[in-house]
């Protein structure tokens, strides 16, 4: 596991630093080059990168690739570190497509060490959560809303690397508790101690091939299945069940591994899974707050319960003082840093009793669909189509919803 | 022109009914013929349709065509006129596409002699119009809202089909007036005296096809062009242009022809223009309010300035006393009987200084990425995927933006 | 089973008339109506129509039931009889997708009593089957071809419906056989005995749907699958060994249920099935050559090994006195009446040994792909884009491949 | 212009070595990397690169710049020279879009100086050029063959980049010009003498962008087009013109400006252009036989009169000493080093009468179409999917059609 604890001395503080940078085309990556050269951030203050990338965000999706490759480069070079390196503790986690209003953009994560300020973080923003719907269990729509007060403290990033998941592992129990291993590895380096201070979750997790399905296979294992489509979705529902473990959304019980992709009213309200042939463990991004860090960013999450829920995109918004009415003023716009939004074209054909037709469309893939929608209706309320949309949302969020999240300068 | 200036007996009274019914697929009249079954309306009673096939919205889209082909069969098997007739006396407006969250669906406009009921239409509804964009003009962001006293009355619409355009009139100034003439003579045959009193127009406008532009030379006349996609653009242009000249928001001034496809800032706010080739004439349906007819049913307008402007869904829906909250309340959303909108992939790359992809993805055509985002946020407002949501919206409110109306029961 | 074997008086014999028809949109039935209006053949003697239309092939592809529509209002005008009683007779199979240089087309199959003519069936014309790869077995490149004299005769037709296939059914061994007993009734009627004298099998078997299955499951039954899309593909298979056993190319061994989807090494020849919602009977049609026939007609078919095949389009032609040198000569272009072929993207991600990239496309459904490139190489061959090209070629044809088959005017 | 004429010394000759290499996505240069640490060739001695990417061909087809990028980085390691500077030199002309059958690969093309063998090059295999089309004129049907002798000698080749072209000179005369300078500047560093000896030219030419467009008409000039799509069409016909007039195909007169676009029966049948906005120069790769090259590569190239022309293929290998009867035989097919192939889908809506629905189809590009049509006509006659395959055939080869050319071992 690539990940230690935070440890700092008495009068540092790490902050957070969030740039959300546009793109020309997916090899261009003069927006970061720039802040370098200005001296905003160190190349070696980055710590993550979550991005969207204008590809079809399917299998045959080479931006992100491409906007991979580019990044690595352009680190190594400022840096003096090998690109190879870099790529294997340094989680970059890119979404295919900018359907729509979607504009392409990626999300440069940094740390700094700065002198503690006893005064900035703390009190003065007490961030709340405030939902409609209870994590993890089923979608309540008449459940009064819940408040929670989250822990004072300032937007943390920790992030950890799994070991390699082996084929035969993928999607079974064994991977979920590897994943919660991890989120809980990164919480510790983020100094995040209660799973209630974790804001959001982002994670990457490796699924088989059909090499590594038939070299597991030769070896005499079994795999849950050798099909890379189906692998991924479970890979996204080990990803979520991990996730869900270490926030305390749902008991660490092997028998929930009946659940996977089967009782959809499991889920966890605070991740976001992608999968990806190109990693072969899982890599973790946790968010949160924390007493330990200081600086003005903080963060929203609220699960949306279908494609509709624009409520959701204020609840989000609500905990960092921010209101739509019904879009958000641009003196509030630009306090927002970064929106990260899942969300999956309902498998029963049907949003609120009216057919949809996403699912049995040859010529446009589902989850282009359901992107282009859901990023339309958030881009609307926040006034800006730099959003991380991500479809694949099993378990991540409502059944045929997802979640979206927002971070925000409060200061 | 097939139309006749309203007439009707002292002690009876015309009353529009708005039907928005699902299909199964294209062929599917199923719900339509049920309420014939039932005797909510009868076959002759329906004068104008608008509907939303499955189909992907282009050149080869034949969802409209087979729609078409069984409605008016249907219609020819319970009036017992040939379909052939039906089919050139009655509009039927169709656009291809449900991307994302949008919903196959058709809208039936019937309309019914009633014994008058003083009491019922007039003075209790007064439909206001608040728009913060003049029509016709440059959008003015800093303009103060203007708010028009709208006539009182109840929902009325009239439809008309102008003589065959000929090809080498398409998108030239007799194209213009031609529509406009056939505006008028649909307000006549609504009733509606006062051009501002018009809620909202949808026209349906011929274009060259290379057989047609063929034939016009071949007798010595120029065409604007022969290129059925540019000229379904200058027809859309056209049908704007009329319907704005009849609304009394552009003058009719030829020297306005140089302004087609090039001065954007000339608009029509409340004409939603298609073109096709499957068309000779050019086929108005008006909707707007009259004093003249009564029921329920009322229509709010507003433009849209671009694909974000959310709060021109909430202008469209306040004159008729609704209000969303983000969304549209539950006992608020029964009262909607139709949504139309149309919309754009902004021409210059950008949305609100972000760039988009949608003019350039060779995989996914531009107008089905921006229906999809467009309805995605007015799904999200009225927490329903049943909109008529089509692009091609020159002209059609503001350059990158267009247009949403919405017809509901304020009774 | 609409099905009666044929019983003819002895001084007249059935013919069989074959015409490719071009279409300007699927809604296009008026190259047919012509020949009806030439007297070229009368509505009532049409046995079988099999058509390609332009949309995506996919399960939103609404061309084939616009077209479908279209043909029985026209068959139902020109004999007076409900076209919902001819659609139920009729079968009508199409194929969407006319990728690359495909053209949009329909081959009209009727049938016509003629006086008997003792010179003109029979023995000038022996057709022969030469095959590298011998059907119902695994494709061996080093056998011998197997050169089989076809009985004599004129090519015959035979059509049938079988019962409906209950849900339960579909992909099952009783669903097997009910495709091998409705493909010896149609047989029967065609006058074919013995299995070899078959040429050719179309079939179009039900598959489920979510509905279909569910009410299945309520009744207490089980469900191969309730995936439409996986419930297709277990359809095309059992056509196709349903053909396969009829045809004495398979044993009637309820033992190969196990080989379905997985041994694709076992197959038919000589059958191309497609699978559909919109069925709920196997619609079957056989083309073959029966001494009781007569008229200038023959058909050839072969197996393609895979989609490189082009030797097989010379093996189809070849008993026909056809030849391609590379190309059929225009004398013998004209003799040509009709061209199936049944193809697939090879499910190893290979073809020779190279990557191809069908699978992983998702822009382009891998059907589309392999339909345009299989239809331009035999395209090529024959220097003619009217071709059926369709695919989901499971279990029909060498695994990888598909099959080739051409009718055409020996006289 | 970065190239200078051929000049060796005596004891030493150039030869050509040309490496067909698969990959497994568009940044795996894995195979590329192998043959350097095999020393079978030095990375300095790479002289160009040819490939098909698989991404959809288009605008927004990013996997050329993923695969340069991948190339550039992999040659600047084993050189130590920039990636940069190796860019400015190498000509690099891919074309995405792996439709059907076709199988992502890269040319490599790389020279050596070899001890000069009198017995190798020369009079042994003087290459002819059969061809039924004249090029540069109109394709006559009814010409009889012509046959030419084509000079003895050894594949060679020759590069050039013209200095860059302003955009107010894109698809203009000075731009013809340029091109022809470039072509003959590659010829004389090839060592060809004479224009008949030249079997093959690729060329990528630059056009516009918005950007590159305003500039020019900032700084008071005009430009032809300001779309960049319209301005690609037009670079590729000066590409084409330009190396008309360097192989004698078409006259060096500026009249002939005006059948750009305009006059498809004037054409080059030995060029294939591409553009795109990432060059400013005009790339040139010329291939051609020289006595002072040595080697057993030769080169055949022919004409296709229309998407069906499969008798093209047979006049390409022709020269080759290579025949398919109907596919090439395994031991001929190892011979083959490289094809390209140039195609169109036909502009005027048919291909040999018969009507194809490329050029409507809003959801597949129709150059995906015909890539794909195309491609598998040729891959069929070859038996092998590693065919470069484009499209965008204005003015190379006759309208609606294209060219097709062979590299193969003939030792």
Redesign the interface.
């Known amino acids: 596991m690539t990940s230690a604890p935070l440890s700092t001395p008495a009068h540092l503080r790490p902050q957070l630093a969030v740039h959300r940078l546009?793109m020309?085309?997916?090899?261009d990556l003069s927006a970061l080059a720039a802040l370098f050269d200005a001296g905003t951030m160190a190349a070696d203050e980055v710590v993550a990168v979550i991005g969207k990338t204008?590809?079809?965000?399917?299998?045959?999706?080479?931006?992100r690739?491409?906007f991979t490759?580019?990044l690595m480069?352009l680190l190594a070079e400022r840096t003096g570190r090998p690109a190879e390196a870099i790529w294997r503790e340094l989680p970059c986690v890119l979404s295919g497509g900018?359907?729509?209003?979607?504009?392409?953009?990626y999300v440069v994560f940094s740390r700094r060490m700065v002198p503690a300020d006893a005064g900035c973080s703390g009190g003065s923003h007490v961030v709340e959560r405030e939902t409609r719907i209870a994590p993890g269990t089923a979608a309540d729509t008449d459940a009064p809303a819940r408040r929670e007060a989250v822990a004072p403290g300032a937007l943390a990033i920790g992030t950890a690397f799994s070991p390699p998941t082996p084929a035969q592992d993928i999607g079974r129990w064994t991977h979920v508790r590897a994943v919660a291993h991890a989120v809980r590895a990164a919480m510790d380096q983020a100094g995040i101690d209660r799973p209630e201070d974790v804001a959001f979750v982002q994670l990457k997790c490796p699924c088989v091939t059909?090499a590594r399905a038939q070299a597991a296979v030769a070896a005499g294992h079994t795999v849950l299945t050798a099909d890379p489509g189906r692998s991924m979705a479970f890979a996204r529902a080990a990803g979520a069940f991990g996730a869900a473990i270490a926030l305390g959304e749902l008991p660490d019980d092997p028998a929930l591994e009946g659940a996977m992709l089967r009782d959809f009213d499991r889920f966890s309200a605070r991740a976001s899974v992608s999968s990806g042939v190109e990693v072969s463990a899982n890599e973790v991004i946790v968010l949160g707050h924390s007493a330990r860090w200081q600086g003005p960013l903080r963060m929203g999450c609220a699960p949306m319960r279908d494609?509709?829920?624009?409520?959701a995109?204020?609840e989000a918004l609500r905990p960092l003082g921010l209101q739509?009415t019904?879009?958000l003023p641009a003196d509030q716009a630009t306090r927002v840093a970064a929106v990260f939004v899942k969300c999956e074209p309902d498998r029963r054909?049907q949003?609120?009793g009216?057919?949809?037709?996403?699912l049995?469309?040859?010529?446009?893939?589902a989850q282009?669909?359901?992107r282009?929608?859901?990023?339309?209706?958030v881009?609307?309320?926040l006034?800006?189509?730099?959003l991380f949309v991500s479809g694949g949302a099993e378990h991540q969020g409502p059944d045929g919803g997802g979640l979206v999240a927002v971070i925000a300068d409060v200061g």
Chains 1, 2, 3, 4 share one sequence.
């Open positions: 546009g020309a085309h997916p090899g204008e590809g079809n965000g399917g299998v045959n999706d080479f931006t690739g491409y490759q580019s480069q900018t359907e729509g209003v979607l504009s392409p953009h059909s494609a509709l829920d624009i409520a995109v204020g739509a019904p879009q054909g949003v609120r009216t057919r949809h037709t996403m049995d469309d040859t010529d446009i893939n282009r669909h359901i282009g929608a859901v990023g339309g209706l881009a609307g309320v006034g800006d189509g730099r």
